[in-house]
């Protein structure tokens, strides 16, 4: 993908991650299975894994608006009023659902979605959702503190 340029050469090519969108205005919008679902204006916190070397692809389709949808996050990134923030890489950790856990334990965090990005779980009973929403300014350095990570900002491409 050509978009991988676009990356420093230092980011992790695989990991964990949580990708960081900001909705600007109520969204409503129809979500694969889970159906017609209202997106609230905030920050939403999406936790997933991209196996080496795909991290930087994956974090361009995040960012990217044109794309095929497949995933039920993809129903959020393509929309013109959700603002692709950056993306906390954590590396050297491989449990997707334990560091989900943890991001939905910060405060603030809420489940506003359930079944969302959870068909693929492994932890049983299944999360929630692997996307959490917060009312709150987005803080970056809290979930670093909490994570241990690389914090790679959208605009930085
Ligand atoms: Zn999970």
New binding site residues.
């Given amino acids: 993908m050509p978009q991988r340029r676009l990356f420093p050469p230092t980011l992790p090519k695989g990991g964990l991650y949580v990708l960081i969108l900001r909705v600007a205005r109520p969204v409503r919008v129809t979500v694969g299975r889970l159906g017609r679902q209202d997106f609230k204006p905030g920050s939403y916190f999406y936790?997933g894994t991209a196996k080496t070397p795909r991290m930087p692809s994956r974090l361009a389709r995040h960012f990217a608006k044109t794309k095929t949808v497949r995933w039920h996050i993809d129903y959020l990134t393509e929309l013109d009023a959700v603002e692709p923030v950056g993306a906390v890489i954590v590396a050297g950790r491989t449990s997707?659902?334990a560091l989900?856990?943890e991001v939905g334990r910060l405060s603030g965090m809420v489940t506003t979605m359930p079944g969302f990005g959870?068909s693929?779980?492994?932890?049983r009973p299944?999360?929630p959702a692997?996307l959490w929403f917060s009312a709150a300014e987005i803080n970056v350095a809290a979930i670093e503190r909490h994570v241990g990570s690389w914090f790679f900002h959208a605009r930085q491409r």
């Fill in positions: 936790v997707e659902c989900n856990m959870s693929d779980c492994t932890r299944r999360c692997h």
